[in-house]
């Protein structure tokens, strides 16, 4: 058949369609990436992740993301998991490191098929969420039902992480479009919601920008975790129930640099029609 090879991959029901642009160059554009993300009439995905060559010297391969409604994003950490994993199943490497708009990620296998990556430093400052004016980032000025005071984070990508004493009962389908599109956020920001369970578990439900509710988000989730330390509300390290799963954060206090580690997993592989792709 006639078209252009993919695999599904997940990390955690966060799911991506992953296309190979080391040998031969692949261009999506928004719209072709919003036909491949129908889920009933192309393939489906939370993000669309393209593999190219590394731009930057350090670098394995660079790592290309366009959301469902074909923005493209710095920083998709289920993705990146995804990604190395895929490339180090080919390569047999036992590390490497995926390059985005966000930075360069060291990634490396972890035990039971589990794949770890340094998500690099979290970003605090007003200017490095980004903010529309400056504002304290610890207490975001900004509300939207049951969610107040929320707290600003950049895993290469903008977060408002909101602490809510039951996560569940916050209806993030509506609160979510909403503050992610306050305008506070010129670049909008994805929307997360936290209940602490323990000084080591959260509960973490998201609303990610350009796609809405999904399972995991793995950035959401890192920047959950250094949201909650700078509460004061749980150490370091924790565990992070997902509606997909659950991830460990640790907030390495030597550097700054946020480590996520879970699994990743190839659901199939396919042929993308040439009809998603024309015109």
């Given amino acids: 058949m006639d078209g252009l090879p993919f695999?599904?991959?997940?990390?955690?029901?966060?799911?991506?369609?992953?296309?190979?642009?080391?040998?031969?160059?692949?261009t999506v554009?928004?719209?072709?990436?919003r036909r491949i993300a129908d889920r009933h009439r192309g393939v489906g995905f939370d993000q669309l992740l393209v593999i190219?060559?590394?731009?930057?010297?350090?670098?394995?391969?660079?790592?290309?993301?366009?959301?469902?409604?074909?923005?493209?994003?710095?920083?998709?950490?289920n993705g990146t998991r995804c990604v190395a994993a895929l490339v180090m199943a080919d390569t047999g490497a036992e590390a490497l490191v995926v390059e985005t708009?966000?930075?360069?990620?060291?990634?490396?296998?972890?035990?039971?098929?589990?794949v770890t990556v340094d998500m690099g430093p979290a970003r605090l400052g007003w200017q490095d969420i980004p903010l529309a004016h400056e504002a304290d980032t610890l207490h975001l000025p900004v509300s939207s039902?049951?969610?107040?005071?929320?707290?600003?984070?950049?895993?290469?990508?903008?977060?408002?992480?909101?602490?809510?004493?039951?996560?569940e009962k916050v209806q993030i389908d509506g609160v979510g479009?909403?503050?992610?599109?306050?305008?506070?956020?010129?670049e909008r920001a994805n929307?997360?919601?936290?209940?602490?369970?323990g000084r080591d578990r959260l509960r973490y439900r998201v609303w990610e920008r350009g796609v809405g509710v999904t399972q995991a988000c793995g950035s959401g989730a890192c920047a959950a975790g250094v949201a909650a330390v700078r509460r004061g509300l749980t150490d370091r390290t924790v565990w992070?129930?997902?509606?997909?799963?659950?991830?460990?954060?640790?907030?390495?206090?030597?550097d700054g640099h946020v480590l996520m580690t879970g699994p990743a997993e190839t659901s199939f592989a396919g042929i993308l029609a040439r009809g998603l792709l024309d015109g």
Avoid: Y
């Fill in 52 to 77: 190219e060559p590394a731009q930057s010297a350090g670098a394995d391969v660079f790592m290309r993301i366009l959301n469902a409604d074909g923005t493209e994003s710095g920083a998709c950490g």
């Fill in 240 to 254: 992070v129930d997902l509606d997909g799963g659950t991830l460990l954060i640790e907030w390495r206090e030597s």
């Fill in 177 to 186: 479009p909403v503050l992610e599109h306050d305008p506070l956020f010129p």
């Fill in 29 to 33: 554009h928004p719209d072709q990436a």
């Fill in 7 to 26: 695999w599904k991959m997940h990390g955690l029901g966060n799911d991506f369609v992953v296309l190979d642009a080391r040998e031969q160059a692949v």
């Fill in 145 to 167: 039902g049951l969610l107040t005071d929320g707290v600003g984070v950049s895993m290469g990508n903008p977060h408002a992480v909101f602490f809510v004493p039951e996560a």
């Fill in 191 to 197: 929307i997360g919601v936290v209940q602490v369970l």
């Fill in 101 to 114: 708009r966000g930075g360069l990620l060291e990634c490396s296998k972890a035990p039971e098929g589990g």
